[in-house]
């Protein structure tokens, strides 16, 4: 029987660019700077909550190709049912100090989804998983993700 040849994961890739789109269109949304009352300001609140609700959506979909297509360490699962929702609301949490002109908090979201993304793209992609123990890559992004999920409220309570 003639070995099989990889495949390019053409969908992973496709949901992968959806998600760089989210990104940078969150990031533009922390980051703009808006004038106006109420209503303009509970507009924006909207705004950013649905852009990142599409982001995080479109993670948690890249996990879910990663865990079907590639090969996600069991903790790895296990650790993403628990702090991908704890991330997703530390990421609010992170863009509501943006509005109130902490530009700095901008840094969670855009952290949290790029290890989020780098874990799912680690796991489906056999070339990457090869350079990187699946342990040392488990512990690391998940890790970076409780810590920086908890810096996130920590800020948050502070200011």
Excluded: Q
Excluded at 11 to 20: D, E, I, P, S, Y
Excluded at 33 to 51: D, H, N, P, Q
Excluded at 136 to 147: L, N, S, Y
């Amino acid at each position: 029987m003639p070995e099989s040849k990889a495949r390019f994961p053409l969908g992973f890739a496709l949901v992968l660019a959806a998600t760089a789109a989210f990104w940078v269109a969150v990031l533009a949304d922390a980051l703009t700077i808006r004038a106006g009352g109420g209503e303009a300001v509970i507009a924006a609140a909207y705004e950013g909550m649905f852009l990142l609700a599409g982001l995080w959506l479109s993670l948690i979909l890249l996990l879910i190709i990663a865990a079907a297509m590639g090969e996600m360490p069991r903790a790895g699962g296990w650790a993403a049912c628990f702090l991908v929702p704890v991330s997703a609301i530390a990421a609010f949490v992170a863009l509501d100090a943006c509005s109130r002109n902490l530009r700095g908090a901008a840094i969670f979201p855009a952290a949290l989804a790029g290890l989020i993304a780098f874990y799912a793209a680690w796991a489906r992609i056999p070339g990457l998983r090869a350079s990187l123990p699946e342990k040392d890559a488990t512990r690391a992004v998940w890790g970076g993700v409780f810590i920086l999920s908890a810096l996130a409220f920590g800020i948050a309570a502070l200011f």
